[in-house]
């Protein structure tokens, strides 16, 4: 579990927007995740998750937790031949009471929650994208989980107070909660999981990744990972590349080159030097260069991007 929290760390998420919408009927909308994910609870109504690169209908029901990621486009619809027009259109129908009045003098028939996130540090999409596209979370005799649903009435309750701060405290909680979606599948569906997190949970190999990711400094082989997994070195490359789909090499590159790309924004008192040894780089010039490769810009230019003025 500690090997879930480190990649969970590096996995940050920043909450792009936050929005409960109730409908009347007909209802339905049409998103996009393709840089990020989003999370939609089922507060009212029944719902169909429509996937347009897939013929998959997931059927939604009050208290079911869908998480979406990485996907171009995908609609929430009442029925599956419905109207679903864009999120930006259907916040625009809003009337002064926030309620999307499809048919004027209906009640509302139903409400879905919805909240849109992307990877705060690029660098590590590469771990969010083997996640699957849909992560799904049956609800309770017609409510949410109820770690879910704490989490929501208080990010109501922000929502809804005119609290100084009120949108950095939402950005942390739905942050939060995002993670705990993730953490709850992760436990409870181990057999959907991605390769690199069925790998973590391996005896031998977990116990590799383990020290590649608390010592990236280390000079690591290939041997030598496979003496931290207690393995020879040809069963570990064979089994490492099997479960995690890269060969240990790349892995560890990606590995270290993410770090440096969220320590050269979280610490920029760091020179590019320490950065390049704390992530295992003796050589600074082989460090840029491996880092160019791979972001398309030199360290110096990645921090100096990320810091500078917004226009």
């Not at 996640?131 to 208080?154: H, K, N």
């Not at 109501?156 to 949108?167: I, T, V």
């Not at 972001?295 to 991007?305: A, D, I, L, M, Q």
Request: charged share 20%; aromatic share 12%; proline share 7%.
């Amino acid at each position: 579990m500690r090997e879930i929290s480190r990649v969970l760390q590096v996995l940050q998420f920043h909450p792009t927007m936050f929005h409960r919408l109730p409908w009347t009927t007909p209802y339905g909308v049409t998103l996009s995740s393709l840089n990020g994910g989003a999370v939609h609870m089922v507060e009212k109504g029944s719902w169909l998750l429509l996937r347009f690169d897939a013929p998959e209908v997931t059927m939604l029901q009050p208290g079911d937790v869908v998480v979406v990621s990485h996907m171009a486009r995908y609609a929430l619809v009442e029925q599956e031949d419905g109207d679903a027009p864009m999120l930006e259109d259907v916040l625009r129908q809003r009337d002064a009471e926030g309620v999307v009045r499809t048919t004027p003098g209906l009640p509302v028939s139903a409400v879905l929650i919805c909240g849109e996130f992307r990877v705060l540090h690029e660098s590590f999409h590469w771990l969010f994208r083997a996640l699957p596209p849909v992560i799904l979370i049956r609800g309770e005799d017609g409510q949410a989980v109820e770690w879910y649903s704490s989490a929501m009435r208080m990010i109501q309750m922000e929502f809804a107070s005119a609290f100084p701060g009120n949108d950095v405290v939402i950005s942390r909680l739905m942050d939060v909660l995002f993670i705990m979606c993730l953490r709850y599948w992760l436990v409870h569906q181990p057999q959907s999981a991605p390769n690199w997190f069925s790998a973590l949970s391996h005896p031998q190999l977990g116990q590799a990744l383990s020290a590649i990711h608390m010592h990236p400094e280390k000079a690591w082989t290939v041997e030598s990972m496979a003496e931290a997994a207690m393995m020879s070195r040809s069963a570990f490359a064979a089994r490492f590349k099997e479960a995690v789909s890269t060969p240990p090499m790349i892995y560890l590159t990606r590995w270290r080159l993410g770090l440096a790309a969220m320590w050269l924004m979280q610490n920029r008192t760091w020179s590019i030097e320490e950065v390049a040894a704390r992530v295992g780089y003796t050589d600074p010039f082989a460090f840029s260069k491996a880092f160019k490769r791979a972001f398309g810009v030199s360290p110096s230019e990645y921090r100096t991007r990320y810091f500078a003025p917004a226009p």
